[in-house]
């Protein structure tokens, strides 16, 4: 008997702001149905001068603490690109602001937006060699482009929390993963930039032949078949790009992919990325609380995932839907979450986009602009000052 290891529980949170695609369509001089249809973005977080990574994090993840306690809570796993600081891992914030256990290990990750995979496998793999462990798996970025560029557009932010445990109540993981990495510049962001830079196109072609190299490797690895799934969660950069995904690997396996079809195994997955833009290491598990949120039941239903982070990795793994999964689902938090955030005008957008961090290590109060949960009140000292509203 193999221990059944997985996602227990699954809370995401978002910034306080967001910009529709149709203001930026029309700065831009450009066709909304470009934003809206060609890419699949209607509309994208965007983070107050009071939010970043570990605002929106602890968010994400105090609910699970609310409803699980952090009894043998033994690791935390926080997998960013935007991160807050070179050494300290952004998750030990967290103690101070919803209290984590002390005796605990507790890492940052980084591979673009594959960390919050590594930290999902990384966490089954503790749970293997000590079942009655549980692991704290957040996922949180701000996906922050130049202005005026053709990444803009596909801006967004997000964070996601996850309890890993065995015998756990949503997903339980396969044991096969599929695995490709190679050296690619298709999107990177050096230490001294606040922007990612990036090759769209190469970066579209890179994940679409990660992913089918991923799952080449499942299958080599004993894998299911593809007929088998119910759904495809993908890593969503933009919506668009799920589909064009799945649809490049129906094809890479001689299969036809008509338009019906791939609208089936994607969609549902699409309802919180579509609004809510990149989040990066967040992105393919806003994709999968969408679908367990939105489809109809998928009890003992088998689901794919898709990971891939520039550089790059890509990861595809699967699980099996656990019964009694919907009564541990947070679909109406997660929707108000959406629904709760305050739309801006473009000039406020571009303020808050040109706004760099203090450097300077002057005391600087920090606007108060959030009404989420948590904020970032100061910068003194070279320290990040944080506070529960
Ligand atoms: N109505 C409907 N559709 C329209 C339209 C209109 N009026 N005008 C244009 N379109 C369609 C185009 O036909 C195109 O569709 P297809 O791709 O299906 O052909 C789509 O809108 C986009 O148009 P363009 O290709 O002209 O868009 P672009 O060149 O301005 O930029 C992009 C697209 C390259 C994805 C750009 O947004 C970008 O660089 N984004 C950042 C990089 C990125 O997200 N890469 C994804 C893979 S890498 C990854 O996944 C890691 C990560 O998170 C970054």
Not at 75 to 100: C, F, M, N, P, R
């Amino acid at each position: 008997n193999t221990l059944a290891v997985g996602i227990h529980d699954l809370s995401f949170a978002t910034t306080h702001y967001a910009l529709d695609h149709a203001v930026l369509a029309e700065r831009l001089g450009v066709d909304r149905d470009k934003f809206y249809l060609g890419i699949g973005q209607e509309k994208m977080s965007v983070a107050a001068a009071d939010e970043d990574i570990v605002t929106i994090a602890a968010a994400a993840a105090a609910p699970i603490l609310e409803r699980h306690g952090t009894d043998n809570i033994r690791t935390v796993l926080l997998a960013t690109e935007t991160g807050v600081d070179q050494s300290k891992a952004a998750a030990l914030y967290l103690h101070s602001l919803i209290g984590l256990p002390n005796a605990a290990r507790v890492v940052e990750l980084k591979q673009a937006c594959y960390g919050g995979t590594a930290g999902l496998q990384f966490a089954a793999g503790l749970i293997a060699r000590d079942p009655a462990q549980r692991v704290l798996v957040i996922a949180a970025d701000i996906a922050k482009y130049e202005l005026d560029t053709p990444g803009e557009p596909t801006q967004g932010a997000a964070a996601v929390a996850m309890l890993v445990t065995a015998d756990p109540a949503i997903l339980a993981l396969d044991p096969h993963s599929g695995l490709y990495s190679a050296d690619i510049m298709d999107f990177w962001r050096p230490n001294y930039r606040s922007e990612a830079i990036v090759d769209g196109k190469t970066s579209v072609n890179a994940y679409q032949k990660a992913a089918q190299e991923a799952w080449s490797d499942y299958r080599r690895q004993g894998g299911r078949d593809l007929a088998e799934f119910a759904a495809f969660c993908y890593h969503q950069p933009f919506t668009k790009m799920a589909y064009k995904a799945h649809r490049h690997l129906l094809e890479s396996q001689g299969h036809t992919a008509d338009s019906a079809a791939i609208e089936a195994a994607i969609g549902a997955t699409t309802h919180y990325n579509r609004t809510v833009g990149n989040s990066y290491t967040a992105s393919l598990y806003l994709g999968l609380a969408a679908l367990l949120d939105h489809a109809d039941d998928l009890t003992d239903r088998a689901l794919a995932l898709i990971s891939y982070g520039s550089g790059s990795v890509a990861e595809f793994f699967s699980g099996t839907v656990v019964p009694g999964y919907r009564d541990h689902l947070r679909t109406e938090a997660n929707r108000a979450a959406i629904a709760s955030r305050e739309l801006i005008g473009y000039e406020h957008y571009r303020a808050l986009h040109e706004a760099g961090s203090p450097s300077d290590g002057a005391y600087h109060a920090m606007p108060e602009q959030t009404r989420r949960p948590f904020r970032l009140a100061a910068v003194s000292g070279h320290k990040r000052i944080y506070e529960a509203r």
